[in-house]
Protein backbone atom coordinates (compact mmCIF):
# COMPACT_ATOMS: atom_id res chain seq x y z
CA UNK A 1 0.00 0.00 0.00
CA UNK A 2 2.78 2.92 0.73
CA UNK A 3 5.49 3.75 -1.64
CA UNK A 4 9.05 4.04 -1.18
CA UNK A 5 12.03 5.49 -2.89
CA UNK A 6 15.86 5.96 -2.91
CA UNK A 7 17.89 7.89 -4.74
CA UNK A 8 21.95 8.17 -4.81
CA UNK A 9 23.28 11.06 -6.59
CA UNK A 10 23.06 15.06 -5.89
CA UNK A 11 19.89 16.63 -4.64
CA UNK A 12 18.53 13.51 -3.30
CA UNK A 13 15.91 15.61 -1.31
CA UNK A 14 14.36 16.87 -4.41
CA UNK A 15 14.99 13.79 -6.32
CA UNK A 16 12.87 11.73 -3.94
CA UNK A 17 9.99 14.41 -3.54
CA UNK A 18 9.73 14.21 -7.40
CA UNK A 19 9.74 10.29 -6.71
CA UNK A 20 7.10 10.51 -4.27
CA UNK A 21 4.71 12.54 -5.97
CA UNK A 22 4.67 9.90 -8.34
CA UNK A 23 4.20 7.50 -5.72
CA UNK A 24 1.37 9.26 -3.67
CA UNK A 25 -1.42 6.99 -5.16
CA UNK A 26 0.16 4.70 -2.83
CA UNK A 27 -0.67 6.18 0.31
CA UNK A 28 -1.16 9.65 1.26
CA UNK A 29 -1.26 9.16 5.19
CA UNK A 30 1.85 10.76 6.32
CA UNK A 31 5.09 10.74 4.24
CA UNK A 32 8.96 10.99 5.19
CA UNK A 33 12.70 11.03 4.19
CA UNK A 34 16.02 10.58 5.12
CA UNK A 35 19.15 11.85 3.55
CA UNK A 36 22.63 11.00 4.27
CA UNK A 37 25.94 12.84 3.59
CA UNK A 38 27.63 9.69 3.69
CA UNK A 39 28.21 9.97 7.68
CA UNK A 40 24.92 11.47 9.37
CA UNK A 41 21.68 10.25 8.51
CA UNK A 42 19.13 13.48 8.85
CA UNK A 43 15.35 12.79 9.04
CA UNK A 44 11.97 14.86 8.26
CA UNK A 45 8.48 13.33 8.48
CA UNK A 46 4.82 15.06 8.77
CA UNK A 47 1.52 13.51 9.17
CA UNK A 48 -0.86 14.27 6.03
CA UNK A 49 -0.51 14.90 2.26
CA UNK A 50 3.43 15.18 0.73
CA UNK A 51 2.71 18.76 0.66
CA UNK A 52 3.21 19.23 4.41
CA UNK A 53 6.31 17.84 4.45
CA UNK A 54 7.90 19.78 1.02
CA UNK A 55 6.77 22.17 2.88
CA UNK A 56 8.97 21.05 6.80
CA UNK A 57 11.57 20.80 4.40
CA UNK A 58 11.80 24.20 2.87
CA UNK A 59 11.49 24.72 6.54
CA UNK A 60 14.76 22.89 7.87
CA UNK A 61 17.59 23.83 5.73
CA UNK A 62 19.11 20.61 7.26
CA UNK A 63 19.92 18.58 4.31
CA UNK A 64 22.38 20.49 2.65
CA UNK A 65 25.57 18.31 1.30
CA UNK A 66 23.45 15.24 1.19
CA UNK A 67 24.21 12.65 -1.10
CA UNK A 68 21.62 9.81 -0.89
CA UNK A 69 18.41 9.32 0.36
CA UNK A 70 14.99 6.78 0.82
CA UNK A 71 11.38 8.31 0.88
CA UNK A 72 8.38 7.07 1.69
CA UNK A 73 4.79 7.59 1.66
CA UNK A 74 2.25 6.08 3.99
CA UNK A 75 -0.73 4.13 3.66
CA UNK A 76 -1.40 2.96 7.43
CA UNK A 77 -1.55 -0.47 8.16
CA UNK A 78 -0.27 -0.44 11.91
CA UNK A 79 -0.52 2.50 14.12
CA UNK A 80 -2.49 5.22 13.06
CA UNK A 81 -1.17 8.23 10.52
CA UNK A 82 0.57 10.48 12.71
CA UNK A 83 3.93 11.68 12.40
CA UNK A 84 5.35 9.31 15.04
CA UNK A 85 4.40 6.29 12.98
CA UNK A 86 5.40 7.69 9.62
CA UNK A 87 8.60 6.37 8.25
CA UNK A 88 11.31 6.37 8.05
CA UNK A 89 12.06 4.27 11.72
CA UNK A 90 15.35 4.41 12.80
CA UNK A 91 17.31 2.69 15.19
CA UNK A 92 18.08 3.28 18.91
CA UNK A 93 21.71 4.08 18.19
CA UNK A 94 20.64 6.83 15.27
CA UNK A 95 22.49 4.16 12.50
CA UNK A 96 20.36 2.42 10.95
CA UNK A 97 17.05 4.21 9.31
CA UNK A 98 14.39 2.30 7.37
CA UNK A 99 11.24 2.61 4.74
CA UNK A 100 9.11 -0.46 4.09
CA UNK A 101 6.13 -1.11 2.25
CA UNK A 102 4.19 -4.21 3.04
CA UNK A 103 3.13 -6.55 6.86
CA UNK A 104 5.17 -8.05 9.27
CA UNK A 105 3.28 -10.12 10.34
CA UNK A 106 5.26 -11.79 13.42
CA UNK A 107 5.74 -8.17 14.48
CA UNK A 108 4.57 -8.49 17.92
CA UNK A 109 6.50 -11.52 18.71
CA UNK A 110 9.65 -9.72 17.82
CA UNK A 111 9.06 -6.60 19.51
CA UNK A 112 8.71 -8.99 22.55
CA UNK A 113 11.81 -10.78 22.35
CA UNK A 114 13.40 -7.12 22.02
CA UNK A 115 12.14 -5.54 24.63
CA UNK A 116 13.34 -8.16 26.95
CA UNK A 117 17.05 -7.39 25.66
CA UNK A 118 16.36 -3.64 26.50
CA UNK A 119 14.97 -2.00 23.62
CA UNK A 120 12.50 0.25 23.64
CA UNK A 121 10.06 1.77 21.33
CA UNK A 122 8.26 4.58 19.98
CA UNK A 123 5.57 3.95 17.44
CA UNK A 124 2.91 1.42 16.81
CA UNK A 125 4.16 0.09 13.48
CA UNK A 126 5.56 -2.95 12.36
CA UNK A 127 8.68 -1.18 10.55
CA UNK A 128 10.16 -0.58 13.43
CA UNK A 129 11.21 -3.62 14.94
CA UNK A 130 13.59 -4.29 11.34
CA UNK A 131 15.32 -0.93 12.43
CA UNK A 132 15.83 -2.31 15.69
CA UNK A 133 16.50 -5.59 14.47
CA UNK A 134 19.36 -4.55 12.34
CA UNK A 135 20.86 -2.63 15.30
CA UNK A 136 21.02 -5.45 17.52
CA UNK A 137 22.38 -7.45 14.64
CA UNK A 138 25.11 -5.33 14.24
CA UNK A 139 25.60 -4.78 17.89
CA UNK A 140 26.40 -8.48 18.10
CA UNK A 141 29.30 -7.74 15.33
CA UNK A 142 27.80 -8.13 12.00
CA UNK A 143 28.73 -5.93 8.96
CA UNK A 144 26.02 -4.53 7.56
CA UNK A 145 25.28 -7.12 5.40
CA UNK A 146 25.25 -9.51 6.91
CA UNK A 147 22.74 -7.49 9.40
CA UNK A 148 20.56 -6.89 6.90
CA UNK A 149 20.21 -10.94 5.89
CA UNK A 150 20.07 -11.72 9.86
CA UNK A 151 17.04 -9.45 10.21
CA UNK A 152 15.30 -10.82 6.91
CA UNK A 153 15.40 -14.08 8.47
CA UNK A 154 13.84 -13.39 11.33
CA UNK A 155 11.13 -11.25 9.45
CA UNK A 156 7.95 -13.22 8.23
CA UNK A 157 5.30 -11.35 6.03
CA UNK A 158 5.43 -9.08 3.11
CA UNK A 159 8.34 -6.38 2.98
CA UNK A 160 10.22 -3.70 0.81
CA UNK A 161 12.80 -1.78 2.23
CA UNK A 162 15.43 1.00 1.67
CA UNK A 163 17.25 1.46 4.12
CA UNK A 164 20.62 3.83 4.87
CA UNK A 165 23.09 2.99 7.47
CA UNK A 166 25.16 5.80 8.79
CA UNK A 167 29.22 6.26 7.35
CA UNK A 168 28.03 4.50 4.40
CA UNK A 169 27.61 6.36 0.87
CA UNK A 170 25.09 3.28 0.44
CA UNK A 171 21.47 2.05 0.08
CA UNK A 172 20.51 -1.44 1.44
CA UNK A 173 17.30 -3.18 0.02
CA UNK A 174 15.00 -5.82 0.48
CA UNK A 175 12.31 -7.57 -0.96
CA UNK A 176 9.71 -10.24 -0.26
CA UNK A 177 6.00 -10.07 -1.96
CA UNK A 178 6.22 -6.43 -2.37
CA UNK A 179 7.28 -4.83 -5.27
CA UNK A 180 11.01 -3.17 -5.63
CA UNK A 181 12.59 -1.71 -8.44
CA UNK A 182 16.17 -0.73 -8.95
CA UNK A 183 17.78 1.11 -12.11
CA UNK A 184 20.75 3.46 -12.96
CA UNK A 185 20.98 5.94 -15.42
CA UNK A 186 23.62 8.88 -16.63
CA UNK A 187 23.02 12.26 -15.97
CA UNK A 188 25.75 14.79 -16.80
CA UNK A 189 28.14 12.06 -16.44
CA UNK A 190 27.14 11.20 -13.63
CA UNK A 191 26.44 7.63 -12.26
CA UNK A 192 22.76 7.65 -10.77
CA UNK A 193 20.62 5.04 -8.76
CA UNK A 194 17.37 4.83 -8.44
CA UNK A 195 15.01 2.63 -6.32
CA UNK A 196 11.25 2.47 -6.11
CA UNK A 197 8.14 0.86 -5.51
CA UNK A 198 7.40 1.39 -9.15
CA UNK A 199 9.17 1.73 -12.25
CA UNK A 200 7.46 4.88 -13.25
CA UNK A 201 9.55 6.54 -10.73
CA UNK A 202 12.57 5.88 -13.09
CA UNK A 203 11.30 5.66 -16.54
CA UNK A 204 12.19 8.74 -17.92
CA UNK A 205 15.53 8.46 -17.12
CA UNK A 206 16.61 4.78 -17.39
CA UNK A 207 16.33 2.02 -20.42
CA UNK A 208 16.89 -0.78 -18.24
CA UNK A 209 16.28 -1.96 -14.86
CA UNK A 210 16.00 -4.78 -11.98
CA UNK A 211 12.95 -6.35 -10.89
CA UNK A 212 14.06 -7.85 -7.65
CA UNK A 213 12.40 -11.57 -7.09
CA UNK A 214 11.42 -12.54 -3.66
CA UNK A 215 13.68 -13.65 -1.43
CA UNK A 216 16.65 -11.15 -2.31
CA UNK A 217 18.47 -8.47 -0.59
CA UNK A 218 21.53 -6.29 -0.98
CA UNK A 219 22.63 -2.76 -1.50
CA UNK A 220 23.39 -0.41 -4.04
CA UNK A 221 25.95 2.63 -4.53
CA UNK A 222 26.97 4.52 -7.47
CA UNK A 223 28.53 2.50 -9.19
CA UNK A 224 26.88 -0.19 -9.09
CA UNK A 225 24.30 -2.96 -7.22
CA UNK A 226 25.39 -6.77 -5.26
CA UNK A 227 22.45 -9.19 -5.12
CA UNK A 228 22.28 -11.82 -2.68
CA UNK A 229 19.61 -14.54 -1.63
CA UNK A 230 19.96 -17.64 0.72
CA UNK A 231 22.26 -19.47 -1.00
CA UNK A 232 24.75 -15.89 -1.67
CA UNK A 233 25.43 -13.67 -4.27
CA UNK A 234 23.68 -13.82 -7.21
CA UNK A 235 23.39 -13.04 -11.09
CA UNK A 236 19.97 -10.64 -11.81
CA UNK A 237 20.01 -9.59 -15.35
CA UNK A 238 18.76 -5.89 -16.00
CA UNK A 239 15.03 -5.54 -17.89
CA UNK A 240 14.36 -3.17 -20.59
CA UNK A 241 11.85 -0.37 -20.16
CA UNK A 242 9.35 -0.42 -22.69
CA UNK A 243 8.12 3.03 -22.34
CA UNK A 244 8.79 6.23 -20.50
CA UNK A 245 6.71 7.93 -17.88
CA UNK A 246 6.71 11.59 -17.52
CA UNK A 247 4.07 12.57 -15.61
CA UNK A 248 0.22 12.86 -16.38
CA UNK A 249 -0.63 16.20 -17.00
CA UNK A 250 -4.04 17.46 -15.70
CA UNK A 251 -4.39 19.93 -17.93
CA UNK A 252 -7.70 21.88 -18.01
CA UNK A 253 -9.29 19.28 -15.49
CA UNK A 254 -9.37 20.54 -12.28
CA UNK A 255 -9.02 17.08 -10.94
CA UNK A 256 -7.40 13.77 -11.93
CA UNK A 257 -10.72 11.59 -11.80
CA UNK A 258 -12.60 14.29 -14.13
CA UNK A 259 -9.74 13.71 -16.57
CA UNK A 260 -9.40 10.14 -16.40
CA UNK A 261 -13.20 10.16 -17.09
CA UNK A 262 -12.56 11.85 -20.72
CA UNK A 263 -9.64 9.81 -21.22
CA UNK A 264 -11.64 6.70 -21.79
CA UNK A 265 -12.19 6.97 -25.23
CA UNK A 266 -8.98 7.63 -26.25
CA UNK A 267 -7.31 4.61 -23.64
CA UNK A 268 -10.21 2.34 -25.69
CA UNK A 269 -8.96 3.41 -29.43
CA UNK A 270 -5.83 2.42 -28.55
CA UNK A 271 -6.88 -0.53 -26.56
CA UNK A 272 -8.79 -1.78 -30.06
CA UNK A 273 -6.23 -1.05 -32.52
CA UNK A 274 -3.54 -3.08 -30.31
CA UNK A 275 -6.00 -6.19 -29.97
CA UNK A 276 -6.37 -6.06 -34.06
CA UNK A 277 -2.87 -5.75 -34.88
CA UNK A 278 -1.95 -8.32 -31.88
CA UNK A 279 -4.12 -10.14 -30.46
CA UNK A 280 -3.59 -12.99 -32.87
CA UNK A 281 -3.41 -17.37 -32.56
CA UNK A 282 0.53 -16.94 -33.44
CA UNK A 283 1.00 -14.57 -30.43
CA UNK A 284 -1.56 -16.15 -27.72
CA UNK A 285 -1.09 -20.05 -27.97
CA UNK A 286 -1.98 -20.91 -24.59
CA UNK A 287 -5.45 -19.59 -25.61
CA UNK A 288 -5.89 -22.05 -28.50
CA UNK A 289 -5.14 -25.17 -28.93
CA UNK A 290 -2.67 -26.47 -31.48
CA UNK A 291 -4.96 -28.74 -33.51
CA UNK A 292 -8.16 -26.56 -32.92
CA UNK A 293 -10.23 -26.08 -30.13
CA UNK A 294 -9.02 -24.23 -26.90
CA UNK A 295 -7.54 -26.66 -24.52
CA UNK A 296 -9.41 -25.80 -21.68
CA UNK A 297 -12.95 -26.61 -20.97
CA UNK A 298 -14.16 -23.39 -18.18
CA UNK A 299 -12.69 -20.11 -17.09
CA UNK A 300 -12.38 -18.56 -13.42
CA UNK A 301 -11.95 -14.67 -13.40
CA UNK A 302 -10.13 -13.25 -10.00
CA UNK A 303 -9.99 -9.73 -9.38
CA UNK A 304 -10.53 -7.18 -6.53
CA UNK A 305 -12.95 -3.85 -6.08
CA UNK A 306 -13.65 -2.81 -9.74
CA UNK A 307 -11.72 -5.12 -11.37
CA UNK A 308 -13.76 -7.89 -9.37
CA UNK A 309 -16.47 -6.25 -11.27
CA UNK A 310 -14.69 -5.72 -14.31
CA UNK A 311 -14.51 -9.81 -13.81
CA UNK A 312 -18.22 -10.67 -13.37
CA UNK A 313 -18.89 -8.57 -16.25
CA UNK A 314 -16.72 -10.83 -18.26
CA UNK A 315 -18.00 -14.17 -17.10
CA UNK A 316 -21.01 -12.58 -18.94
CA UNK A 317 -18.95 -12.14 -21.77
CA UNK A 318 -17.20 -15.36 -21.92
CA UNK A 319 -20.41 -17.36 -21.74
CA UNK A 320 -22.19 -15.49 -23.99
CA UNK A 321 -20.08 -14.84 -26.42
CA UNK A 322 -17.81 -17.78 -26.41
CA UNK A 323 -19.66 -20.39 -24.72
CA UNK A 324 -17.97 -21.06 -22.32
CA UNK A 325 -18.10 -22.00 -18.75
CA UNK A 326 -17.36 -19.33 -16.25
CA UNK A 327 -17.66 -18.05 -12.93
CA UNK A 328 -15.79 -14.46 -11.54
CA UNK A 329 -13.92 -14.72 -7.42
CA UNK A 330 -13.27 -12.27 -5.12
CA UNK A 331 -9.96 -12.87 -5.26
CA UNK A 332 -8.92 -12.53 -1.11
CA UNK A 333 -11.82 -15.73 -1.05
CA UNK A 334 -10.57 -17.33 -4.39
CA UNK A 335 -7.45 -18.67 -2.03
CA UNK A 336 -9.18 -20.06 0.69
CA UNK A 337 -11.97 -21.20 -0.89
CA UNK A 338 -10.60 -21.75 -4.54
CA UNK A 339 -13.45 -23.62 -6.91
CA UNK A 340 -12.28 -26.87 -8.48
CA UNK A 341 -10.15 -26.00 -11.16
CA UNK A 342 -7.28 -28.35 -12.60
CA UNK A 343 -5.16 -27.80 -16.44
CA UNK A 344 -8.38 -27.74 -18.03
CA UNK A 345 -8.71 -23.96 -16.90
CA UNK A 346 -8.19 -21.00 -17.75
CA UNK A 347 -7.97 -18.70 -14.50
CA UNK A 348 -7.59 -15.07 -15.50
CA UNK A 349 -6.39 -12.48 -13.39
CA UNK A 350 -7.53 -8.85 -13.21
CA UNK A 351 -5.82 -5.56 -12.09
CA UNK A 352 -5.03 -1.97 -12.44
CA UNK A 353 -1.54 -2.43 -10.81
CA UNK A 354 -0.87 -5.85 -11.36
CA UNK A 355 0.26 -6.09 -7.40
CA UNK A 356 -2.77 -6.63 -5.83
CA UNK A 357 -1.52 -8.86 -2.83
CA UNK A 358 -4.80 -10.48 -2.75
CA UNK A 359 -5.01 -11.28 -7.09
CA UNK A 360 -1.28 -12.37 -6.63
CA UNK A 361 -2.08 -14.76 -4.10
CA UNK A 362 -4.74 -16.13 -5.71
CA UNK A 363 -2.38 -16.47 -8.90
CA UNK A 364 -0.31 -18.61 -7.00
CA UNK A 365 -3.03 -21.20 -5.47
CA UNK A 366 -4.55 -21.78 -9.72
CA UNK A 367 -0.69 -22.40 -10.45
CA UNK A 368 -0.49 -24.91 -7.50
CA UNK A 369 -3.98 -26.78 -9.24
CA UNK A 370 -1.96 -26.74 -12.42
CA UNK A 371 -4.43 -24.05 -14.62
CA UNK A 372 -3.36 -21.83 -17.09
CA UNK A 373 -3.11 -18.23 -15.75
CA UNK A 374 -3.67 -15.31 -17.96
CA UNK A 375 -3.03 -11.71 -16.23
CA UNK A 376 -5.31 -9.07 -17.43
CA UNK A 377 -3.16 -5.57 -16.47
CA UNK A 378 -2.45 -2.16 -16.93
CA UNK A 379 1.15 -2.30 -15.69
CA UNK A 380 2.54 -4.56 -18.25
CA UNK A 381 6.30 -4.74 -15.84
CA UNK A 382 4.32 -5.69 -12.62
CA UNK A 383 4.58 -8.64 -10.70
CA UNK A 384 0.99 -9.81 -12.08
CA UNK A 385 2.16 -9.62 -15.76
CA UNK A 386 5.43 -11.44 -15.31
CA UNK A 387 4.17 -14.09 -13.20
CA UNK A 388 1.38 -15.47 -15.40
CA UNK A 389 1.59 -17.60 -17.92
CA UNK A 390 0.69 -15.20 -20.27
CA UNK A 391 0.03 -11.10 -20.11
CA UNK A 392 -3.01 -9.10 -22.14
CA UNK A 393 -2.61 -5.59 -22.04
CA UNK A 394 -5.44 -3.40 -20.89
CA UNK A 395 -3.93 0.29 -22.52
CA UNK A 396 -5.42 2.52 -20.20
CA UNK A 397 -2.45 4.67 -19.54
CA UNK A 398 -1.42 5.85 -16.22
CA UNK A 399 -4.44 6.10 -13.65
CA UNK A 400 -3.84 8.34 -10.74
CA UNK A 401 -6.50 8.93 -9.20
CA UNK A 402 -7.59 6.31 -6.76
CA UNK A 403 -10.94 5.59 -7.88
CA UNK A 404 -11.11 3.63 -11.19
CA UNK A 405 -12.79 5.00 -14.51
CA UNK A 406 -11.16 4.27 -17.65
CA UNK A 407 -9.27 1.25 -16.74
CA UNK A 408 -12.81 -0.41 -15.63
CA UNK A 409 -13.66 -0.04 -19.14
CA UNK A 410 -10.52 -0.89 -20.52
CA UNK A 411 -10.74 -4.28 -18.29
CA UNK A 412 -13.98 -4.86 -20.01
CA UNK A 413 -12.64 -4.20 -23.29
CA UNK A 414 -10.14 -6.73 -23.03
CA UNK A 415 -12.16 -9.15 -21.51
CA UNK A 416 -14.67 -8.76 -24.16
CA UNK A 417 -11.60 -8.89 -26.72
CA UNK A 418 -11.06 -12.54 -25.05
CA UNK A 419 -14.27 -13.84 -25.16
CA UNK A 420 -14.04 -13.08 -29.17
CA UNK A 421 -10.80 -14.37 -29.48
CA UNK A 422 -11.81 -17.79 -27.60
CA UNK A 423 -15.23 -17.95 -29.66
CA UNK A 424 -12.74 -18.07 -33.00
CA UNK A 425 -10.17 -20.33 -31.25
CA UNK A 426 -13.10 -22.54 -30.53
CA UNK A 427 -13.83 -23.38 -34.05
CA UNK A 428 -11.60 -26.71 -35.96
CA UNK A 429 -8.80 -25.28 -37.81
CA UNK A 430 -10.35 -25.59 -41.22
CA UNK A 431 -13.08 -23.14 -39.95
CA UNK A 432 -10.90 -21.17 -37.54
CA UNK A 433 -10.62 -17.55 -38.81
CA UNK A 434 -9.56 -14.18 -36.82
CA UNK A 435 -11.11 -12.61 -33.94
CA UNK A 436 -14.25 -10.28 -34.21
CA UNK A 437 -13.80 -7.15 -32.71
CA UNK A 438 -16.33 -5.32 -34.51
CA UNK A 439 -18.67 -4.75 -31.05
CA UNK A 440 -15.19 -2.90 -29.49
CA UNK A 441 -15.07 -0.77 -32.79
CA UNK A 442 -19.17 0.35 -32.32
CA UNK A 443 -18.05 1.08 -28.58
CA UNK A 444 -15.49 3.79 -29.71
CA UNK A 445 -17.84 5.02 -32.36
CA UNK A 446 -20.78 5.78 -30.47
CA UNK A 447 -19.62 6.04 -26.53
CA UNK A 448 -21.04 9.43 -24.95
CA UNK A 449 -20.19 10.99 -22.07
CA UNK A 450 -24.28 11.94 -21.52
CA UNK A 451 -25.86 15.20 -20.19
CA UNK A 452 -23.32 16.69 -17.65
CA UNK A 453 -26.55 18.88 -16.35
CA UNK A 454 -28.17 15.64 -15.48
CA UNK A 455 -25.41 14.36 -13.75
CA UNK A 456 -24.65 17.27 -11.75
CA UNK A 457 -28.71 17.28 -10.73
CA UNK A 458 -28.41 13.72 -10.37
CA UNK A 459 -25.30 14.30 -7.51
CA UNK A 460 -27.36 17.42 -5.65
CA UNK A 461 -30.46 14.94 -5.19
CA UNK A 462 -28.23 12.22 -3.63
CA UNK A 463 -26.37 14.69 -1.17
CA UNK A 464 -29.72 15.19 0.45
CA UNK A 465 -29.69 12.41 2.79
CA UNK A 466 -31.99 10.21 1.58
CA UNK A 467 -31.27 5.93 1.33
CA UNK A 468 -29.75 5.02 -1.98
CA UNK A 469 -30.86 1.46 -3.50
CA UNK A 470 -29.29 0.47 -6.83
CA UNK A 471 -31.60 -2.59 -8.35
CA UNK A 472 -30.59 -4.10 -11.64
CA UNK A 473 -30.54 -7.64 -13.33
CA UNK A 474 -27.88 -9.58 -15.30
CA UNK A 475 -25.45 -6.94 -16.81
CA UNK A 476 -27.94 -4.19 -15.46
CA UNK A 477 -26.74 -5.41 -11.60
CA UNK A 478 -23.31 -5.36 -12.49
CA UNK A 479 -23.63 -2.33 -13.84
CA UNK A 480 -25.14 -1.11 -10.35
CA UNK A 481 -22.38 -2.24 -8.35
CA UNK A 482 -19.79 -0.56 -9.99
CA UNK A 483 -21.58 2.65 -9.96
CA UNK A 484 -22.07 2.06 -6.40
CA UNK A 485 -18.33 1.51 -5.27
CA UNK A 486 -17.36 4.71 -7.05
CA UNK A 487 -20.24 6.37 -5.12
CA UNK A 488 -18.66 5.10 -1.78
CA UNK A 489 -15.07 5.97 -2.47
CA UNK A 490 -15.27 9.53 -3.70
CA UNK A 491 -18.46 10.89 -1.59
CA UNK A 492 -18.52 8.41 1.35
CA UNK A 493 -22.35 7.71 0.85
CA UNK A 494 -23.89 4.24 0.96
CA UNK A 495 -25.70 2.89 -1.80
CA UNK A 496 -27.15 -0.46 -1.39
CA UNK A 497 -27.43 -2.68 -4.51
CA UNK A 498 -29.51 -5.60 -4.89
CA UNK A 499 -30.96 -8.23 -7.67
CA UNK A 500 -34.02 -6.45 -8.40
CA UNK A 501 -35.99 -9.93 -7.94
CA UNK A 502 -34.67 -9.88 -4.50
CA UNK A 503 -36.82 -6.83 -3.79
CA UNK A 504 -39.46 -8.49 -1.29
CA UNK A 505 -37.03 -11.01 -0.32
CA UNK A 506 -35.81 -9.09 2.61
CA UNK A 507 -34.65 -5.36 1.74
CA UNK A 508 -38.11 -3.98 0.81
CA UNK A 509 -38.11 -3.68 4.98
CA UNK A 510 -35.90 -0.83 4.54
CA UNK A 511 -37.73 1.25 1.27
CA UNK A 512 -39.71 4.51 2.40
CA UNK A 513 -40.67 7.87 1.94
CA UNK A 514 -36.90 8.71 3.05
CA UNK A 515 -35.46 6.64 0.05
CA UNK A 516 -34.23 6.84 -3.35
CA UNK A 517 -34.26 3.64 -5.54
CA UNK A 518 -32.17 3.65 -8.71
CA UNK A 519 -33.54 1.11 -11.41
CA UNK A 520 -30.76 0.23 -13.48
CA UNK A 521 -32.91 -0.90 -16.65
CA UNK A 522 -31.40 -0.91 -19.94
CA UNK A 523 -32.02 -4.70 -20.56
CA UNK A 524 -34.75 -5.21 -23.37
CA UNK A 525 -34.89 -9.36 -21.82
CA UNK A 526 -35.95 -7.88 -18.33
CA UNK A 527 -37.03 -4.84 -18.65
CA UNK A 528 -41.08 -5.47 -17.21
CA UNK A 529 -39.91 -7.37 -14.50
CA UNK A 530 -37.50 -4.74 -13.37
CA UNK A 531 -39.96 -1.86 -13.77
CA UNK A 532 -42.54 -3.97 -11.71
CA UNK A 533 -40.17 -4.34 -9.12
CA UNK A 534 -39.81 -0.20 -9.00
CA UNK A 535 -43.44 0.17 -8.85
CA UNK A 536 -43.43 -2.47 -5.70
CA UNK A 537 -41.14 0.20 -4.12
CA UNK A 538 -42.85 3.45 -5.30
CA UNK A 539 -46.02 1.90 -3.44
CA UNK A 540 -43.63 2.32 0.13
CA UNK A 541 -43.21 5.93 -0.65
CA UNK A 542 -39.89 5.57 -2.48
CA UNK A 543 -38.87 8.01 -5.33
CA UNK A 544 -37.49 6.10 -8.23
CA UNK A 545 -34.88 7.16 -10.59
CA UNK A 546 -35.24 5.31 -13.90
CA UNK A 547 -31.60 4.36 -15.82
CA UNK A 548 -32.07 3.15 -18.93
CA UNK A 549 -31.50 3.89 -22.90
CA UNK A 550 -32.18 6.54 -25.34
CA UNK A 551 -34.09 3.81 -26.65
CA UNK A 552 -36.62 1.91 -24.35
CA UNK A 553 -40.19 2.73 -25.06
CA UNK A 554 -41.93 2.81 -21.44
CA UNK A 555 -45.59 2.08 -23.50
CA UNK A 556 -47.40 0.08 -19.94
CA UNK A 557 -45.09 3.00 -17.20
CA UNK A 558 -45.92 6.33 -17.80
CA UNK A 559 -42.64 8.50 -17.17
CA UNK A 560 -44.62 10.61 -14.56
CA UNK A 561 -44.12 7.11 -12.26
CA UNK A 562 -40.43 8.44 -11.99
CA UNK A 563 -38.94 10.70 -10.23
CA UNK A 564 -36.07 10.99 -12.89
CA UNK A 565 -35.14 9.41 -15.89
CA UNK A 566 -31.55 9.60 -16.62
CA UNK A 567 -31.12 8.44 -19.88
CA UNK A 568 -28.01 6.76 -21.37
CA UNK A 569 -26.60 6.10 -25.56
CA UNK A 570 -27.81 2.24 -26.56
CA UNK A 571 -24.89 0.97 -28.82
CA UNK A 572 -25.46 -0.36 -31.90
CA UNK A 573 -23.37 -2.51 -34.37
CA UNK A 574 -23.86 -5.67 -33.04
CA UNK A 575 -26.60 -7.93 -33.98
CA UNK A 576 -28.50 -8.76 -30.70
CA UNK A 577 -27.14 -6.03 -28.52
CA UNK A 578 -23.71 -5.00 -27.93
CA UNK A 579 -22.04 -7.13 -25.34
CA UNK A 580 -20.18 -3.79 -23.81
CA UNK A 581 -22.92 -1.93 -23.57
CA UNK A 582 -21.78 -2.30 -19.70
CA UNK A 583 -19.20 0.09 -20.71
CA UNK A 584 -21.44 2.63 -21.98
CA UNK A 585 -23.63 2.56 -19.16
CA UNK A 586 -21.13 3.20 -16.23
CA UNK A 587 -19.41 6.49 -17.39
CA UNK A 588 -22.38 8.67 -16.11
CA UNK A 589 -22.36 7.07 -12.81
CA UNK A 590 -18.45 7.79 -13.17
CA UNK A 591 -19.03 11.20 -13.41
CA UNK A 592 -21.98 11.47 -10.84
CA UNK A 593 -19.82 9.85 -8.38
CA UNK A 594 -17.30 13.15 -9.28
CA UNK A 595 -19.67 15.80 -8.75
CA UNK A 596 -20.72 14.50 -5.23
CA UNK A 597 -17.60 14.37 -4.21
CA UNK A 598 -16.95 18.00 -5.21
CA UNK A 599 -20.41 18.96 -4.06
CA UNK A 600 -19.69 17.60 -0.92
CA UNK A 601 -16.20 19.30 -0.63
CA UNK A 602 -14.35 16.51 -0.65
CA UNK A 603 -10.74 15.61 -3.08
CA UNK A 604 -12.44 12.68 -5.30
CA UNK A 605 -8.39 11.97 -6.47
CA UNK A 606 -7.53 10.98 -2.95
CA UNK A 607 -10.66 9.43 -0.92
CA UNK A 608 -10.19 9.19 3.07
CA UNK A 609 -8.56 5.60 4.08
CA UNK A 610 -8.09 4.01 0.60
CA UNK A 611 -5.13 3.69 -1.56
CA UNK A 612 -5.01 2.92 -5.65
CA UNK A 613 -1.89 -0.14 -4.98
CA UNK A 614 -3.26 -2.50 -2.00
CA UNK A 615 -0.42 -4.71 -2.22
CA UNK A 616 -0.94 -5.93 1.35
CA UNK A 617 -3.89 -8.54 2.19
Known amino acids: MCGIAGYIGDSPEQNILYRLRLLEYRGYDSAGIAVSDGEKIVITKRAGELKNLEAALKQSGKTAGAKLGIGHTRWATHGKPDEINAHPHVSRDGKWAVVHNGIIENHA ?66 KNKSPLYLAYAENGGKKRAYLASDVICFSAQASEYYALPDGVYGRADENGAEFYDKTGRIFLPAEKLSAAYTGEEINRYPHYMLKEIYDTLPALRAETAYFESNFTFENYPLLCGANGGRGFTKAVLVGCGTAYHAALSGAGMLWRVADLDSAAYVASEFRYYCPKIDENTLAVFISQSGETADTLAALQEAKRHGAKTLAVVNAEHSTLAKNADAFLPVKAGTEIAVASTKAYSCQAAALYALAEFLRAAALPLPKRCAPDFSALNALCAGLSYGDVNEEKEIAR ?3 GGKKLFFIGRGDDYRTALEASLKIKETSYLNADVYYAGELKHGFLALVDENSYVVVFATEEATLQKTLSNAEEARARGAQIILFTTNKTALPDCPEEKFFRILRVNKLGGVAGGNPLQCVQNILPWQRIAYELSVEKGLNPDKPRNLAKSVTVE
Do not use: N, V, W
Open 109 to 174: ELKSDLKKLGYEFYSATDTETAAKLLEYYSAQGAAPLQALRQTCERLEGSFAMAILHAGEKKIYFA
Open 461 to 463: LFC
